[in-house]
């Protein structure tokens, strides 16, 4: 068995950990060939930056071609005009900036049926320095750290950035019908990281919105959109007709009659109820008798009965 380190520079090492393919501990240049252990072991150093990895990938251009989806030509050629100082933004100096760029993941767990996802998916972000003043605009206070979402930041400002792998992980809920969706189940940790895991990750964050020149337009188009808000003359629709249509088939197939209460109250109503309330006798409390569900539905609870109002429609043409 052999693992990578990958050093500033870059360099890329693969280091012998098994007696029976040669000295345990020799270590070989291979970044040249870095395409050929994309499936190896990795282990990063702390000082490696994400400069060093489009020089790794400038070193190998093989690594180029098997990334083509993510863009890594356009973002190399990118990065090869050279790091530029971050612009300022809205924040003040004591609470914005990126000390450091990190990989990190979360284990999606639908509980509703013991299923996990996401679980060989690494994210990226940026991580701010550890804040001397309490940040309330971003949910932060002193001695914290913000997490900055980087698909829209410019690729040379952040080309001297250390690129660190965080190993612990979250354990979220999956499952869209209960209420503790998007909830931390519990903490974990695994540091296995491949090769291959770590560049997909990297330039699929950098290439969200496309190459570096379609990231520019979609930063012109939401700069637009924000000076219309700021004017005041933008064309608001309603949330309520915007799903109308998306719950038609839920009212239909699960209600009896709505009589004269609006679906956004029933709707409303419905997202509320706890995961093991019976959710027919909840709405015909709450709307005194005048919502009535289908007998087909009335003994279902709260996760059930969302579950069932969601996937009404699923099977239509």
């Known amino acids: 068995m052999s693992r990578l380190l990958l050093l500033p520079g870059p360099r890329l090492l693969r280091r012998n950990e098994h007696p029976g393919d040669g000295p345990a501990g020799a270590e070989a240049d291979v970044t040249e060939s870095a395409h050929e252990y994309l499936f190896d072991p990795l282990e990063l150093d702390p000082a490696f930056t994400l400069g060093d990895l489009f020089r790794l990938l400038a070193r190998c251009e093989d690594l180029q071609r098997v990334f083509r989806r993510d863009f890594a030509a356009e973002l190399c050629a990118e990065a090869r005009k050279g790091p530029v ?79 660190r792998f965080n190993p612990t992980l979250k354990v979220i809920e999956d499952d869209l019908d209960t209420l503790a969706y998007g909830d931390t189940l519990a903490r974990a940790r695994c540091a296995e990281l491949c090769l291959g895991q770590f560049v997909h990750a990297v330039l699929w964050e950098l290439s969200f919105h496309g190459a570096p020149a379609d990231q520019a337009a979609v930063v012109a188009e939401l700069t637009e959109r924000k000076a219309e808000l700021d004017t005041g003359t933008p064309r608001y629709v309603s949330g309520d007709d915007l799903f109308a249509e998306l719950d038609r088939p839920g009212f239909d197939t699960l209600f009896e009659t709505l009589a004269d209460v609006p679906p956004s109250q029933v709707r409303r109503a419905i997202r509320d109820l706890a995961d093991d309330a019976p959710a027919a006798a909840h709405l015909a409390q709450v709307f005194g008798g005048r919502v009535i569900v289908r007998p087909a539905f009335r003994a279902l609870a709260g996760r059930a009965f969302r579950k069932a109002f969601r996937t009404a429609g699923d099977a239509e043409p």
């Open 85 to 163: 100082p971050p612009r300022r933004g809205s924040d003040p100096p004591e609470v914005g900036g990126i000390e450091y760029l990190e990989l990190y993941r979360n284990w999606q767990l639908n509980t509703g049926d013991s299923t996990y996802s996401w679980v060989d998916h690494l994210d990226l972000h940026g991580v701010g320095k550890v804040l001397a003043v309490d940040a309330p605009d971003h949910g932060r206070k002193a001695g914290e750290r913000i997490q900055w979402a980087v698909s829209l930041t410019p690729l040379r400002e952040m080309l001297v950035l250390p690129l």
